[in-house]
């Protein structure tokens, strides 16, 4: 039976860059998830009969409310859905099964790299039929609705038995339990040439690659140890839990000190790599040497040819506006496009199914490409095993000639986190006002061209996007960029992005910090970080 259940609208249930986070006891209150569940398919056209996939990262209230949704799939009219066993699917998981499937759409139940557990954060987010990020126009609808929401429906049905492979009937829908890890597995083997790469690992390579405790653990014991011989013990943390162990699931230099410090030591393997919660972030550690998120990108575009599924070239390149501008020397070598949008993978998608960009990547360790819709972690671990087996040189080899190519973007981000909104805003606002007076003005050596609020103009479907990011932009091509995150659950995280190009050699090899000193201090000054903050130095630095 289908039960309508009274409702009322819960302040705030506005989905972010990617879909809605709340710590966990709020998703826990009575009626939250399922007026948030309820607001998706009530704005979403021609959904009935038809398939949406569902699956999270496996943390905390994960499987409690895949069988909310279940439910109330089988009570708004959809025909199938299709889980992961256990209710498990990273987030390029989902986007390769609903392209596979064709489906309709999908849910996401992540908060992505943050911290799991009873108190820490959970997230519901929704995909379109390309298996990417529902665009605005979808995510404010649903906002609108959940103002409004009276009422919300839910099949009375026991429990789906998630954790078994197999079809069964819920109601009038089929609920059909998946292998999570098998139609991704099957598309990563259609793009990079498997067979270098177990010849790369049969030759002596090693690796370490840490899940965190998180969603790619299974994904990677099949795929490196099982698949390509990554010898046993390659894959640690590789069991997904609930609070992902007591970790911060964010694969940084800061919550993957471990792999950062055993690359940097004596023993170290040839190659270390980590992904986040969902399985969507990235983090590139050669023997001696990280590998920032923007030079990832670069690399990754200008030796992508090397992996069968790129082997004719890629169309174009997109990087989020803060990511640093190293793809942008590569688009120019190759004469291929480049494309500088928001925040946000949603903004790639339209650029991906126009066929204008194939490689994507954002400086907080999102890289992807047209295969999915979202960033994919073990696609940019895989794609590098890719270059490695096919060049034969150290990480540290291939980046060092690649600047010698192309020079080098130093690049730093300064994220000072759960800052009281009004003082976020205080720095925000105190640098926007300054906006019209900065170009022409000389700090130091610093002269700066030109400064704005960045605002998109999307090129396919002509939809705009304004107040992304305030830029302050020297000549010569450094940048000090501003940015307020939209993917914590507490307070504002302030991010501060700072970069310098050095087209020299000879000067490529200081430290990353002491390159980017004289931006640093400019940056606090502009802003006023310190007293508008409170806090004298950044939370992180990557």
């Not at 710590?23 to 949406?52: H, R």
């Not at 609070?243 to 004596?266: C, E, I, R, S, T």
């Not at 506006?321 to 590569?330: F, K």
């Not at 903004?347 to 960009?357: P, T, W």
């Amino acid at each position: 039976m289908i039960r309508t259940v009274p409702t009322k609208p819960f302040d705030g249930q506005k989905p972010g860059t990617s879909g809605l986070r709340k710590k966990v006891p709020v998703f826990q209150q009575p009626g939250y998830v399922e007026n948030f569940v309820q607001s998706i398919f009530d704005v979403l056209e021609g959904s009935a009969g038809q398939t949406l996939v569902l699956g999270g990262d496996g943390r905390f209230f994960n499987r409690e409310v895949v069988q909310i949704v279940l439910k109330m799939a089988a009570a708004a009219g959809f025909g199938r859905v299709l889980v992961g066993q256990g209710g498990l699917l990273s987030t390029p998981a989902v986007s390769a099964v609903i392209r596979k499937r064709k489906a309709f759409g999908g849910i996401v139940l992540s908060a992505s790299h943050n911290p799991g557990g009873p108190e820490g954060d959970f997230g519901i987010k929704y995909n379109i039929g390309n298996g990417g990020p529902a665009p605005e126009k979808i995510t404010d609808a649903i906002f609108a609705r959940t103002k409004t929401i009276a009422e919300y429906r839910i099949l009375e049905a026991p429990d789906v038995d998630i954790d078994v492979i197999g079809t069964v009937a819920l109601g009038d829908l089929t609920v059909e339990v998946i292998d999570p890890v098998a139609d991704y597995a099957e598309l990563m083997q259609s793009l990079f040439d498997f067979d270098a790469i177990r010849a790369l690992f049969r030759s002596g390579f090693h690796m370490r690659f840490d899940a965190m405790s998180a969603i790619t653990g299974p994904y990677a014991h099949r795929i490196l140890e099982q698949t390509l011989g990554a010898a046993p013990g390659s894959v640690v943390h590789g069991t997904p839990l609930p609070d992902f162990g007591g970790h911060h699931p964010d694969p940084n230099l800061v919550y993957a000190k471990d792999l950062y410090d055993l690359m940097m030591g004596p023993d170290a393997p040839d190659f270390g790599a980590a992904s986040d919660g969902d399985g969507d972030r990235n983090l590139i550690i050669g023997r001696g040497i990280f590998v920032t998120p923007s030079d990832s990108l670069a690399l990754l575009a200008a030796n992508a040819h090397l992996a069968p599924g790129y082997a004719k070239g890629i169309a174009g390149i997109a990087r989020s506006m803060p990511t640093s501008r190293a793809a942008d020397r590569v688009a120019a070598a190759k004469g291929i496009g480049i494309y500088e949008t928001p925040t946000g993978w949603k903004f790639f998608g339209n650029l991906l199914d126009a066929g204008m960009a194939t490689i994507c990547g954002e400086e907080s360790a999102g890289t992807g490409s047209n295969h999915v819709r979202e960033k994919d972690g073990l696609w940019a671990v895989l794609l590098w095993l890719n270059i490695l087996a096919q060049r034969r040189q150290s990480v540290a080899d291939i980046v060092a000639e690649h600047w010698r190519t192309y020079g080098r973007n130093y690049y730093s981000r300064h994220d000072y986190e759960e800052v009281a909104t009004e003082k976020a805003n205080a720095v925000v606002d105190r640098i926007r006002a300054a906006l019209p007076s900065l170009p022409g003005r000389s700090f130091g050596a610093l002269k700066v061209e030109a400064a704005d609020d960045f605002a998109y103009h999307d090129p396919v479907d002509g939809s705009d996007s304004a107040h992304q990011g305030l830029r302050v932009l020297f000549e010569g091509g450094s940048r000090i960029i501003y940015r307020l995150s939209g993917t914590g659950t507490a307070g504002a995280t302030l991010r501060i992005y700072i970069e310098r190009f050095e087209p020299d050699p000879a000067r490529h090899g200081q430290e990353t910090q002491a390159a980017l000193a004289d931006l640093i201090v400019l940056a606090r000054q502009l802003g006023d970080v310190p007293g508008n903050t409170g806090m004298a130095e950044p939370s992180v630095v990557t």
